[in-house]
C-alpha cells in the first residue's frame, strides 16, 4: 500500500511556501523524501526516522509524527530549482522494504 | 566514482518477448530495489533484496523476475506474463538497511511495440 501524498501538484511564484503531505495506513519506522527533475534520478533530500524529530537544511525542512503516520516537507521562500515531482518513501515497522507515495508535482514560476 | 548504473538507459522491445534490464552498484551496498514509474502512479516496488541470493517480491511483482547473485548486481527481467510492461524503471541501492538514503541509477524506459 502506498503511502498518499498531498497535494498531486503544486505552483508557486518564486519566494512563495509550500506543504506537501505524506501519510500512511501502516505503523512507520522512517520516512524518506526525495525530488526528481523531469527523466532524472530521484535524489535524496533527507531521512526522518521513528522517534518524531523534525530535520532541515537550507530551507527544506520536514516533520514526522509517528502517532499519526505522517510526515510533511516544508519548502520556504521557493527558488526555480525547487521545481520537480516529490516523493515520499516509507519504511513501515518490521519490514526491510522502502515503499514510495505517488509523489508531488511543484512547479516554481518566476 | 562510485554509484549505481543501470543499462541500457532506452530499451524497445517486441510484445511476447522476454527483457533483461541489468542495473549494477559499486557502493557495496547490502540493499537493492527495482521500482517502476508509470505517470501519476509513483514509484512501485517490484522486487527488493537485503543480501545476495535472497530477494522479496515487492507490491507488483508479478510478470518480473529477480536473481541477487552477487552482491554489485540486481537485473530485472520483464517476462511476457507482464501484461503492461511499457513503462521507466528504476533501481536503487542502500546500505543495508533503509535508515540510509537510497541512490538511483538513471533509469531505463522500456518500450513494447
Known amino acids: 500500500q502506498q503511502p498518499v501524498q498531498s497535494p498531486q501538484a503544486v505552483i508557486l511564484r518564486e519566494g512563495e511556501d509550500a506543504v506537501i503531505n505524506c501519510s500512511s495506513s501502516k505503523a512507520l519506522y522512517s520516512v524518506h523524501w526525495y525530488r526528481q527533475k523531469h527523466g532524472e534520478a530521484p535524489v535524496f533530500l533527507m531521512i526522518l526516522l521513528k522517534g518524531g524529530e523534525q530535520k532541515g537544511h537550507e530551507k527544506i525542512s520536514a516533520s514526522f509524527n509517528e502517532k499519526k503516520q505522517q510526515s510533511s516537507l516544508y519548502l520556504t521562500a521557493s527558488q526555480l530549482s525547487y521545481s520537480g515531482t516529490y516523493f515520499c518513501g516509507t519504511e513501515e515497522d518490521n519490514t526491510d522494504k522502502l515503499i514510495f507515495g505517488t509523489g508531488t508535482r511543484l512547479q516554481v514560476f518566476p | 566514482d562510485g554509484g549505481i548504473t543501470q543499462s541500457p538507459k532506452y530499451l524497445f522491445r517486441k510484445e511476447g518477448q522476454n527483457v533483461t534490464l541489468s542495473c549494477e552498484q559499486n557502493?557495496?551496498?547490502?540493499?537493492m530495489y527495482w521500482y517502476r514509474q508509470d505517470p501519476g502512479q509513483g514509484l512501485r516496488l517490484i522486487y527488493y533484496s537485503q543480501i545476495v541470493n535472497d530477494f522479496q517480491k515487492g507490491d507488483i511483482a508479478e510478470g518480473y523476475s529477480v536473481s541477487r547473485e552477487k552482491k554489485e548486481s540486481f537485473p530485472l527481467t520483464v517476462t511476457s506474463a507482464q501484461k503492461n510492461p511499457t513503462a521507466f524503471y528504476l533501481c536503487a541501492s542502500s546500505n543495508f538497511d533503509t535508515t540510509t538514503e537510497a541512490f538511483f541509477g538513471q533509469g531505463t524506459r522500456l518500450t513494447v511495440v
Open positions: 557502493l557495496n551496498h547490502d540493499a
